[in-house]
């Protein structure tokens, strides 16, 4: 069984900091998915700093290939132990999924991270060892598909001590909460901001700490295949065509020759709208079987500077609930591409000669280029990309 990973995460300064102490790092490979939640004693500027610190050593160890043991000892070295307190500069929580559903979680200092499952919250049962004098908890475990862990800092546990809550918002409070919202909530973002907003109102919205709320969930791939450009060998119509059906999941049609080819061969009549829901990108159009067929480089650009905008993984809710909205070409196109997890590009290298016209746009110049762009973007997001040429 192969799995992909979703994440989203918010965080919630303490009340008069402008720099959160809590720090959230993620890498979607197609091997594997890494996630970092360091907790940065105290709060603001040190705490940020210290986070920041904790978040990138472990990632960037763990890429490349370090144990958990070589990537806490460079971190217990790295970040010195308060005097005061006797404790460390940071807490973390690390959550590590490959592509087989085999999954790696550590964490030092942190609340237990909590599984959701089929609609109830399991506490899971790990086991504690000490790794350069420090004691960390480690678990591992089998996923399944729609299960979502979810990671906190202590600002979430903590929220209403001493006053709306005497002991704070306990880890069975907080379990129960979050059973009770997963039956109406579908996506993780909704879960995460209720939670987040839950943790606001607790703290009378002064928060007394940092929090920091992440969930990872374990979902199916998501297949879509984009064809854009006439093959360079005309007989080779029939076959990418026939690629592009044999694909799974979604298709689309980038570019109106392309659109032209898929109609021949399949036989299928091209509708295209009069519409021009945004007048700077031209219309879609339609074709039997196909999920969205749209224009060729006007569109593909214009969806290259969407899907910048979303590299990161905390980027606003709102503005992915806008992309939603949105009906023309491009926006259709960043929402099938950002809802997917596996992309597979036909691309034909026929030139068409409408783009070496002095007059076109320099950086429409060959679509090729575009594409190109668009898997880099694509791949900064952790998609697993493939690209057959034609």
């Not at 918010?10 to 009340?15: A, C, L, R």
């Not at 030092?108 to 790794?131: A, F």
């Not at 109102?201 to 450009?229: C, E, H, R, W």
């Amino acid at each position: 069984m192969e799995v992909r990973t979703e994440l989203y995460w918010e965080s919630t300064n303490k009340f008069g900091e402008e720099l959160c102490g809590d720090k959230v790092e993620a890498v979607q490979s197609p091997e594997e998915t890494i996630m970092v939640m360091a907790d940065g004693l105290g709060s603001g500027v040190k705490a940020n700093i210290l986070s920041t610190l904790t978040t990138k050593i472990a990632l960037t160890m763990l890429r490349e290939g370090s144990s958990i043991e070589e990537t806490v000892k460079t971190i217990m070295a790295t970040l010195p132990i308060c005097k005061i307190r006797k404790i460390a500069y940071s807490t973390f929580t690390i959550i590590r999924v490959d592509l087989q559903g085999n999954c790696y979680i550590v964490e030092y200092g942190n609340p237990p991270v909590m599984l959701l499952r089929d609609g109830k919250v399991l506490r899971l049962e790990g086991t504690t060892r000490e790794i350069d004098g420090k004691e960390v908890k480690e678990y591992r475990l089998r996923v399944q598909r729609d299960d979502v862990f979810i990671a906190m800092s202590d600002g979430v546990v903590h929220a209403g001590v001493g006053g709306i809550l005497n002991l704070g918002w306990q880890w069975e409070n907080i379990a129960q909460y979050i059973e009770k919202i997963s039956k109406v909530e579908t996506t993780i973002a909704s879960l995460v901001k209720l939670l987040s907003e839950a943790t606001m109102n607790f703290y009378l919205d002064m928060p007394g700490d940092d929090a920091t709320i992440v969930a990872l969930k374990i979902i199916s791939p998501q297949f879509v295949t984009v064809f854009a450009g006439p093959p360079q060998n005309p007989d080779d119509d029939e076959k990418v065509v026939n690629h592009l059906i044999e694909k799974p999941g979604k298709k689309i049609v980038c570019g109106g020759t392309a659109a032209q080819i898929v109609a021949r061969v399949l036989d299928r009549e091209i509708k295209t709208s009069t519409n021009f829901v945004d007048p700077t990108i031209p219309p879609i159009a339609w074709i039997k079987g196909i999920d969205l067929v749209t224009e060729g480089v006007l569109t593909l650009d214009r969806t290259c500077k969407i899907l910048t905008r979303f590299i990161d993984t905390d980027v606003q809710y709102s503005e992915l609930r806008q992309l939603q909205q949105q009906k023309d070409g491009a926006s259709r196109l960043a929402m099938f591409l950002l809802n997917a997890t596996d992309i597979t590009f036909l691309l034909g290298k026929a030139i068409n000669p409408a783009h070496q016209n002095p007059g076109f746009p320099k950086n429409l110049s060959i679509k090729l280029n575009i594409v190109k762009e668009l898997v880099d973007i694509l791949d900064k997001m952790g998609k697993h990309i493939e690209i057959v040429y034609y």
